[in-house]
């Protein structure tokens, strides 16, 4: 299906998401858009997908100009949209979340949907098993479920809001692959990604946008630098990481084990050293994601121990980590991070030092106008946190850091970010080290581990089977250890 | 608060109202009650004359006041169902001082500890429902509906027991305290400053708190995303026991009020519902402390209009009830209508 859209403007009160977009998407084909953090790309998505109703403008499917406001309406034209976090039962199985949306009526159609799931997922060489409870699936295979259920509700269009963040290259790869097969059957899709690499790799064309207008549009084969150009206006410095002499140990895990997350975390000797960034690589829910949260003391081991500068921590909650200096940010956004409904003043106010009973709002909002222009935030400070795109809600994230924290220990903390902002947000970061603070992140971008990390400790269903220095490995062979082939 | 939102949700209330009364008038047209005449009895009921005004304020002073109490439970996600129990504990606590007090001297100072006793019974009350909540992860909804049974069971013993009238036990109440235990109301529309003053009192120490201090801003980053609040450094357990005691608080204040300035004894309907149409008061007000009293004006007025509507028209008595509870719809209709709205407008959040 072709769709054409004109001319689409969208407005939150003075701020112009979407000033004036004009781009057609062609049958078969799978077009990319780019830009910059803020730029109005998911403003964009959201008004295709009906999940948003445009300011002005007109849509045309097929040269037929059309108006609808809800998903279903949309899903019921042939648009359907793969959210990032993907929207699913997660105590339900993989078959049920299938027939959400799709069966109706009394019968028991599990037999029928079944043999639908089995031949769809086969056709794209998707292993799901249909029984297994959705909370035990990674990111990368919830998102193989969704878009087997849009494709079985019969979408057409098939937009993608940053599918490549938090999957593995494997997955990737499938993912592509089963891109390429959809659209040589004549459907369209549109992909939204930060990820110049994966965006040159599987699009036949480009669409930039910047401030909420069209910057540029390419097809391929596309040159680097002037999609850069376009996107930023210059060419962002790529960041790196100049080796440092670590100091003594201030992190001690012996013998830990934990439940949680997806694989839990067992016998985990880890010792982190002051000065040092360690990246944390491996599958979402390896055991990565626990162990952050048992540093933080945000979860309790079940045995080991775990010593902070000397000190046994074992029993301690996070308050007590966070007074010795400790600082987690996490990577869902807007679920554990910040708070919806809340101004960024107001998140400002909540961690201000100097907890009186009165607040200071006048304190708090200079306090917020100063990191909104120290972090190039676009908004107010009265905007509210669900408001901000996506990567300025990660910028805010990381507007929060405290000054002289001894280890920070941050999920993803580039998420979502442009390239720009996230070699800026790593120069930022390295400094810190500078001052003998300890990162430990997590990051599903095996180039951005090694780009930033000094160390690199790579997890596998609950264990952490590699420790090595990054300038040791290559992300070929982090990419066998993470599928844990070592 | 902004002067254009404030503009916005008064436009909602406006076209709430509205509907609240299309929905009333087909109800009477449909039950063939003559329409004008009901509402002309309603005004009259309410505001016909400064004695009508009067039982009007009386009913709107304990509404306001446990309208206030639930914008801090509400500000932080509790639903405090139990504020009709924490009503009738304050107004327990306080008969219970009132008792000594019969044969004093210092009425005054008597009249002033109950207010007191109403606060810490109803705040009481409340931390129980809280307690369970935080401690056992007893839903407050179920708690606060179990612990009104218990509230409105001990009223009952005590008034059939140990408060018992010499002589008869009756649903009609205790015996009635002396004048000198009632609290000194104006001449003319016969209601009490202090009752007028706590709830003024109340509104604007809510709408203080809930602006200016810490404990308002932690109660909404713990209402909104207790997760994230926590890794903000606040705890949110304290936080949801403390907004139940100014629930509590204020709610106990009420039941206080109907104590030693409506019916001067305790009764069984000591809390006349206000509780539960509190909640209501603070929905349709948007959760707001400035509109939420203009609410409870409303209702006070509806329920004071209706009183005497199946005396006056010879309807059957259910009807006020009707009336009050097509309202109820209405309201949460628009309420629900109102929520697609905005959900419309911000576009529902993901990434
Ligand atoms: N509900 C909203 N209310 C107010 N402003 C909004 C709202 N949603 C988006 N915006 C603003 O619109 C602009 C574009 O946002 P959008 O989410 O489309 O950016 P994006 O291109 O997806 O960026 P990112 O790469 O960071 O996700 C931002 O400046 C954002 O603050
Ligand atoms: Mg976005």
Known sequence: MRVEVHDIHKHYGPVRANDGITLTIEPGRIHGILGENGAGKTTLMKILAGYTRKTSGYLCMDQVPVDYRTPTEASQLGIGMLYQDPLDFPFLSVLENFMIGQAVGLANQKKYYRKKFDSLAADFDFALRPNVQVNRLTIGERQQLEILRLLSLGIQVLILDEPTTGITNVQKDYLFSALKKMTSEGKSIILVSHKLKDVEAVCNQLTVLRRGKVTGEMKAPFDTDILLEMMFGQTPIPFNRCLQESGRTILELDNVSAPGGRSGLSDCNIRIRQGEVVGLAGLEGSGQDVFLRIAAGLLRPAGGSVMLKDKRMNAKDYHCFKHSGVFFQPSSRLEEGLISGCSVTEHFALQSDHKKFVTKWSDATSDAKKKMTEFRIIGRPDSLAESLSGGNQQRLLLSFLPRNPLLLLLENPTRGLDMESSSWVWQHLHKYCSDNTTIVFSSSDLDEIIMAADRVLVFFNGKMIKDTRTCETSSYELGLAIAGKR | ?351
């Open chain 2, 1 to 351: 608060m902004k002067p254009k939102l404030l503009l916005r949700y008064s436009k909602e209330l406006i076209l709430t109202l509205a509907v609240v009364f299309l929905f009333t008038t087909i109800i009477l047209l449909v039950t063939g009650a003559p329409v004008l005449a009901v509402y002309y009895h309603i005004f009259k009921g309410s505001l016909g004359s400064w004695a009508k005004f009067g039982h009007v304020i009386k009913t709107w002073i304990p509404l306001t006041l446990c309208a206030c109490g639930l914008l801090y439970t509400f500000r932080i996600g509790l639903w405090n169902i139990g504020v009709e129990g924490q009503v009738m504990m304050g107004a327990i606590f306080a008969t219970a001082v009132l008792r000594f007090g019969v044969e004093s001297h210092f009425s005054e100072l008597y009249l002033f500890l109950s207010i007191l006793a109403g606060i810490a019974g109803g705040a009481i009350w409340a931390l129980i429902a809280g307690y369970l909540k935080t401690a056992g992860g007893v839903n407050e909804i179920f708690a606060g509906l179990g612990l009104n049974f218990v509230a409105q069971a001990i009223i009952l013993w005590l008034i059939f027991g140990p408060w018992k009238r010499p002589g008869i036990a009756s649903m009609s109440g205790t015996e009635l305290f002396p004048k000198a235990l009632w609290l000194p109301s104006t001449f003319l529309l016969r209601i009490s400053p202090i009752g007028i003053f706590s709830a003024f009192a109340a509104i604007i120490l809510t709408a203080l708190m809930l602006r200016y201090t810490r404990i308002g801003l932690c109660l909404k980053a713990v209402g909104n995303n207790p997760k994230a609040a926590y890794l903000f450094g606040v705890k949110p357990q304290p936080y949801m026991l403390l907004a139940m005691i100014f629930a509590g608080g204020f709610s106990g204040v009420a039941g206080c009020l109907q104590v030693t300035d409506v019916y001067h004894r305790l009764l069984p309907a000591i809390s006349s519902n206000y509780g539960y149409l509190a909640l209501l008061v603070v929905m349709l007000g948007n959760f707001n402390v400035w509109i939420s009293p203009a609410v409870a004006f409303f209702f006070a007025c509806l329920n004071i209009g209706s009183v005497q509507l199946p005396m006056m028209l010879q309807l059957d008595s259910s009807l006020s009830g009707v009336i009050q509870g097509a309202s109820v719809l209405a309201a949460l209709g628009m309420q629900a209508w109102r929520m697609r709205i905005r959900s419309n407008e911000v576009g529902a959040f993901y990434e």
